[in-house]
């Protein structure tokens, strides 16, 4: 027989024997790794909840401890468990355990990627106001993920001096990246509302402004669902850009009051069909009914979703349901679709009648 | 005739040793893929999404037909997926046993005038039904027309931006919709569909609708169609779906961009494989449209559906699976080597038509005409033996490294499960491959003559998974 075939036959052989006792060792051993992790797990989660019923430090502490991950997690579950009094007491344990400069420490970019994350993962939850100045330098990792927990961490401190940079830095990246560094600047609350707005304004000045991060921004601003971000959201409104007015009118519903009804009974009549449903919402969220009648023609827009939202915002305003139930009647087969559905959402269909005839 | 019989038999051995050779390349991609999949599913944080306003809202849609035995259960798993907005839409394609009462007591619905929006055209809508519970539920009850119509008619019913179809005889993981919607959030101009990781329930323990522990189920049919699962979604799909040629997101878990599959004409009406034939499609209207575009896999995003226990219930699935193939190879030749359909033209699609679908035909071939060559002295039987057994030695390594590239999920540590795994690495080839083999050439003898619903015997989740 050709001795290549018989050498690939013991190499395929050898190879099929190996992999079954590589499988059979990492299987056994994963096993004793899990229960291990189980115990270490239980055994800090009892240790810190301890610590934290008796009020007393460790006075001399391992430092196998503050060198485990698996502590960072059973720290960080109590972290945000706890509040006041018990939460700076868990702060207090990680400052004397240093945890949080061991994270920083791994965090660096010299370690590889997995174990930067891991890091920075931790170090959200555990983050103090000290560690502010090793967050900002990872919102620069190259690592989309550690940018995204660095900015996380910064808002959990509260750090608002570096919205302006993180807004910078999501211009740059991709649009997921962005949204979840809005969200986290959205998890800042009411601290992030004043540099937000600076940022905007900052950014319509330029000649060429990030449109999408904008167009982001103002929907955070929305929100966080704070007062003192409406007149920037009519601006964004009232621009020529399609994206900022689909925003602003997002943002509307959460952060608008009386001032906003005249410039969305504008938006909804825009050219945008994106605009004119998310307008309509917003109007239909300040239950003011002055532009009830304007609301009601819009049951007869074009675009599936104005019509639907048209009809949804009617179900919240005094005296809708009387327009949808009209609707039902009317002649208008698109109208009464829409008013049909969102009257059944809202249970205001009592009775139970077929479908309008069509033709 | 003796040289016809050499040719045949090296041709046939060459072929499978081929087969072998590719899947092991295409296991070996995957664990690189799997290797990032992990880091990011472990500290990506991405349960974040959950609170997440930005997050788009989702609609599960659900065709049911006959499937009164794991309805009310499959229902409940998916009301309870950790997501911040989703709602789920049933369709029941005029279902002859009791799903529909079943649904309307356990989710206590009441029949609502709810119009349906025709995007895609289907068979008429008898009835719409909303639930009184506080469960964001939609079942639409309508005349059969297959389980492609049923989808269609809930993605015509379904009101979001995005549509998860699955079957109505799933456990969904708590967190695979979020994981699979982490893909289109990264991407959301681009990722137009992900496909889930479906993992046999047989042997699983469940408690309140979630799967709590697997486990390696008893029957050997039962094993195989494990491993085979493994292979299919651990060792191969994430390599597809890197370099984005992925033929087929399997329609127990396929979310998609609603405009991608109401642009795509939505799922084919009377269709055995109508999941291939959907992603298929995409792929054409977007490579045809010259739109940038992915279809992605999520290996985090696991589900739970219940295989065959049956030799009886797996040859049926086998030959209905075999059927949706052959109708899509005949709808998609022009896709085979085609450089304009990218690495799906070039790669993905012709490994599934020249290594799916032919490969029973090749096989057989081999089981008669290798012994024949060999008893009339063509071949060295020797010669030939060594040959097979090098290439059953290859599919083998394909197989322990897919289990050892499922060890990420830490499923089967048991020795005993572990055992049972490692023998049917090699018990399959003795008889259960072979079985499946005949099948699929059945399959193609008869060609496309059942309905598209596939007559699937259900035992349910109570009877198939141990209760936890």
């Given at each position: 027989m050709d001795a290549t075939i018989v050498s690939i036959l013991a190499v395929t052989a050898g190879l099929t024997a190996s992999l079954v006792v590589v499988l059979a060792v990492v299987k056994l051993f994963h096993r004793e790794i899990e229960r291990y992790r189980g115990v270490r797990t239980a055994y800090y989660t009892s240790a810190v909840g301890e610590m934290l019923s008796r009020g007393v430090l460790p006075s001399r502490p391992r430092q196998g401890w503050a060198e485990d991950p698996l502590f960072h997690d059973a720290v960080?579950?109590?972290?945000?468990?706890?509040?006041?009094?018990?939460?700076?007491?868990?702060?207090?344990?990680?400052?004397?355990?240093?945890?949080?400069?061991?994270?920083?420490?791994?965090?660096?970019?010299?370690?590889?990627?997995?174990?930067?994350?891991?890091?920075?993962?931790?170090?959200?939850?555990?983050?103090?106001?000290?560690?502010?100045?090793?967050?900002?330098?990872?919102?620069?990792?190259?690592?989309?993920?550690?940018?995204?927990?660095?900015?996380?961490?910064?808002?959990?401190?509260?750090?608002?001096?570096?919205?302006?940079?993180?807004?910078?830095?999501?211009?740059?990246?991709?649009?997921?990246?962005?949204?979840?560094?809005?969200?986290?600047?959205?998890?800042?609350?009411?601290?992030?509302?004043?540099?937000?707005?600076?940022?905007?304004?900052?950014?319509?000045?330029?000649?060429?402004?990030?449109?999408?991060?904008?167009?982001?921004?103002?929907?955070?601003?929305?929100?966080?669902?704070?007062?003192?971000?409406?007149?920037?959201?009519?601006?964004?409104?009232?621009?020529?850009?399609?994206?900022?007015?689909?925003?602003?009118?997002?943002?509307?519903?959460?952060?608008?009051?009386?001032?906003?009804?005249?410039?969305?009974?504008?938006?909804?009549?825009?050219?945008?069909?994106?605009?004119?449903?998310?307008?309509?919402?917003?109007l239909g969220a300040m239950a003011d009914d002055v532009a009830i009648e304007e609301i009601a023609q819009l049951l007869t827009d074009?675009?599936?979703?104005?019509?639907?939202?048209?009809?949804?915002?009617?179900?919240?305003?005094?005296?809708?349901?009387?327009?949808?139930?009209?609707?039902?009647?009317?002649?208008?087969?698109?109208?009464?679709?829409?008013?049909?559905?969102?009257?059944t959402i809202s249970g205001a269909l009592s009775e139970r009648r077929p479908l309008p005839s069509r033709t | 005739m003796h040289t016809f019989?050499?040719?045949?038999?090296?041709?046939?051995?060459?072929?499978?040793?081929?087969?072998?050779?590719?899947?092991?390349?295409?296991?070996?991609?995957?664990?690189?893929?799997?290797?990032?999949?992990?880091?990011?599913?472990?500290?990506?944080r991405i349960e974040d999404m959950l609170t997440s306003d930005l997050a788009p809202p989702v609609s599960i849609v659900v065709a049911a037909y006959n499937e009164s035995a794991g309805i009310v259960e499959a229902i409940t798993s998916m009301s309870m997926v950790s997501y911040p907005r989703f709602e789920i839409v049933v369709a029941n394609d005029g279902s002859t046993d009791d799903t529909l009462d079943r649904l309307i007591d356990a989710f206590d619905m009441f029949p609502v005038p709810y119009p349906v929006r025709t995007n895609i055209d289907t068979a008429p809508v008898r009835q719409v039904y909303k639930?009184?519970?506080?469960?964001?539920?939609?079942?639409?009850?309508?005349?059969?027309?297959?389980?492609?119509?049923a989808l269609n008619v809930a993605i015509n019913t379904a009101r979001y931006p995005y549509v998860m179809a699955t079957d109505a005889d799933v456990i969904i993981d708590g967190k695979a919709l979020v994981h699979a919607m982490r893909l289109v959030a990264e991407d959301r101009d681009r990722v137009v569909a992900v496909g889930g990781n479906i993992r046999p329930l047989n042997g699983a323990t469940v408690t309140h609708g979630h799967v709590v522990e697997a486990g390696v189920p008893k029957s050997l049919i039962e094993r195989y169609q494990l491993l085979e699962y493994v292979r299919a979604f651990v060792a191969t799909r994430p390599f597809w779906s890197a370099i984005n040629a992925l033929p087929l997101v399997s329609g127990a878990f396929s979310l998609y961009k609603r405009d991608a599959v109401v642009d795509a004409g939505g799922f084919a009406s009377g269709h055995m494989g109508e999941d291939i034939d959907l992603t298929m499609r995409i792929h054409r209207h977007y490579r045809n449209a010259k739109i940038p575009y992915k279809i992605m896999y999520s290996p985090s995003a696991i589900v739970w559906t219940e295989v065959p226990t049956t030799r009886a219930v797996l040859r049926r699935q086998r030959i209905r699976w075999h059927r949706g193939l052959m109708t899509a190879v005949r709808d998609f030749r022009s896709s085979i080597f085609n450089p304009r359909h990218g690495a799906v033209g070039m790669l993905s699609w012709p490994t599934m038509v020249?290594?799916?679908?032919?490969?029973?035909?090749?096989?057989?071939?081999?089981?008669?005409?290798?012994?024949?060559?060999?008893?009339?002295?063509?071949?060295?039987?020797?010669?030939?033996?060594?040959?097979?057994?090098?290439?059953?030695?290859?599919?083998?390594?394909?197989?322990?490294?897919?289990?050892?590239?499922?060890?990420?999920?830490?499923?089967?540590?048991?020795?005993?499960?572990?055992?049972?795994?490692?023998?049917?690495?090699?018990?399959?080839?003795?008889?259960?491959?072979?079985?499946?083999?005949?099948?699929?050439?059945?399959?193609?003898?008869?060609?496309?003559?059942?309905?598209?619903?596939?007559?699937?015997?259900?035992?349910?989740?109570?009877?198939?998974?141990?209760?936890?």
């Amino acid at each position: 027989m050709d001795a290549t075939i018989v050498s690939i036959l013991a190499v395929t052989a050898g190879l099929t024997a190996s992999l079954v006792v590589v499988l059979a060792v990492v299987k056994l051993f994963h096993r004793e790794i899990e229960r291990y992790r189980g115990v270490r797990t239980a055994y800090y989660t009892s240790a810190v909840g301890e610590m934290l019923s008796r009020g007393v430090l460790p006075s001399r502490p391992r430092q196998g401890w503050a060198e485990d991950p698996l502590f960072h997690d059973a720290v960080a579950d109590y972290r945000l468990m706890v509040t006041g009094e018990d939460r700076r007491f868990v702060d207090s344990l990680v400052d004397k355990l240093g945890i949080g400069d061991i994270l920083v420490t791994r965090a660096r970019r010299r370690f590889p990627r997995s174990t930067r994350l891991r890091a920075v993962s931790s170090l959200v939850d555990l983050a103090t106001p000290a560690h502010t100045a090793a967050l900002q330098t990872m919102i620069d990792d190259p690592n989309p993920h550690v940018r995204v927990h660095a900015v996380r961490g910064l808002a959990r401190v509260g750090d608002t001096g570096a919205v302006s940079h993180i807004l910078d830095i999501a211009t740059r990246v991709k649009p997921w990246e962005a949204a979840r560094t809005a969200d986290a600047l959205v998890e800042m609350g009411a601290d992030a509302v004043e540099p937000v707005i600076n940022w905007v304004e900052h950014e319509r000045s330029k000649a060429f402004p990030s449109v999408d991060v904008v167009a982001l921004s103002g929907r955070l601003l929305g929100l966080i669902g704070d007062e003192r971000a409406e007149p920037v959201l009519i601006a964004l409104l009232g621009s020529d850009r399609p994206d900022w007015r689909v925003a602003a009118a997002s943002a509307l519903e959460h952060a608008g009051t009386d001032m906003s009804v005249e410039p969305l009974r504008v938006a909804i009549h825009d050219d945008d069909w994106r605009v004119r449903a998310r307008a309509v919402v917003a109007l239909g969220a300040m239950a003011d009914d002055v532009a009830i009648e304007e609301i009601a023609q819009l049951l007869t827009d074009r675009q599936w979703w104005v019509r639907q939202n048209a009809a949804g915002a009617l179900t919240q305003l005094p005296g809708g349901t009387d327009r949808l139930k009209a609707a039902l009647e009317g002649s208008d087969h698109f109208a009464a679709d829409a008013a049909l559905n969102q009257l059944t959402i809202s249970g205001a269909l009592s009775e139970r009648r077929p479908l309008p005839s069509r033709t | 005739m003796h040289t016809f019989l050499a040719v045949s038999s090296l041709v046939v051995l060459v072929y499978y040793l081929a087969y072998q050779v590719t899947m092991l390349v295409f296991t070996v991609g995957s664990a690189a893929v799997l290797g990032k999949e992990r880091m990011i599913a472990r500290y990506g944080r991405i349960e974040d999404m959950l609170t997440s306003d930005l997050a788009p809202p989702v609609s599960i849609v659900v065709a049911a037909y006959n499937e009164s035995a794991g309805i009310v259960e499959a229902i409940t798993s998916m009301s309870m997926v950790s997501y911040p907005r989703f709602e789920i839409v049933v369709a029941n394609d005029g279902s002859t046993d009791d799903t529909l009462d079943r649904l309307i007591d356990a989710f206590d619905m009441f029949p609502v005038p709810y119009p349906v929006r025709t995007n895609i055209d289907t068979a008429p809508v008898r009835q719409v039904y909303k639930s009184r519970k506080p469960i964001a539920l939609t079942v639409v009850d309508k005349e059969n027309g297959g389980k492609g119509d049923a989808l269609n008619v809930a993605i015509n019913t379904a009101r979001y931006p995005y549509v998860m179809a699955t079957d109505a005889d799933v456990i969904i993981d708590g967190k695979a919709l979020v994981h699979a919607m982490r893909l289109v959030a990264e991407d959301r101009d681009r990722v137009v569909a992900v496909g889930g990781n479906i993992r046999p329930l047989n042997g699983a323990t469940v408690t309140h609708g979630h799967v709590v522990e697997a486990g390696v189920p008893k029957s050997l049919i039962e094993r195989y169609q494990l491993l085979e699962y493994v292979r299919a979604f651990v060792a191969t799909r994430p390599f597809w779906s890197a370099i984005n040629a992925l033929p087929l997101v399997s329609g127990a878990f396929s979310l998609y961009k609603r405009d991608a599959v109401v642009d795509a004409g939505g799922f084919a009406s009377g269709h055995m494989g109508e999941d291939i034939d959907l992603t298929m499609r995409i792929h054409r209207h977007y490579r045809n449209a010259k739109i940038p575009y992915k279809i992605m896999y999520s290996p985090s995003a696991i589900v739970w559906t219940e295989v065959p226990t049956t030799r009886a219930v797996l040859r049926r699935q086998r030959i209905r699976w075999h059927r949706g193939l052959m109708t899509a190879v005949r709808d998609f030749r022009s896709s085979i080597f085609n450089p304009r359909h990218g690495a799906v033209g070039m790669l993905s699609w012709p490994t599934m038509v020249f290594f799916e679908f032919v490969a029973p035909v090749v096989e057989l071939l081999g089981y008669v005409l290798i012994p024949i060559a060999m008893l009339v002295g063509a071949v060295d039987p020797m010669q030939v033996l060594v040959l097979f057994v090098i290439a059953l030695f290859v599919g083998t390594i394909t197989s322990l490294f897919a289990l050892l590239l499922d060890e990420r999920y830490g499923y089967f540590n048991d020795p005993r499960e572990t055992l049972q795994l490692l023998t049917i690495c090699f018990v399959e080839n003795l008889g259960l491959r072979q079985m499946t083999v005949w099948w699929r050439v059945r399959a193609m003898h008869r060609g496309r003559q059942d309905k598209a619903w596939g007559n699937m015997e259900r035992r349910g989740v109570r009877t198939i998974a141990k209760a936890g």
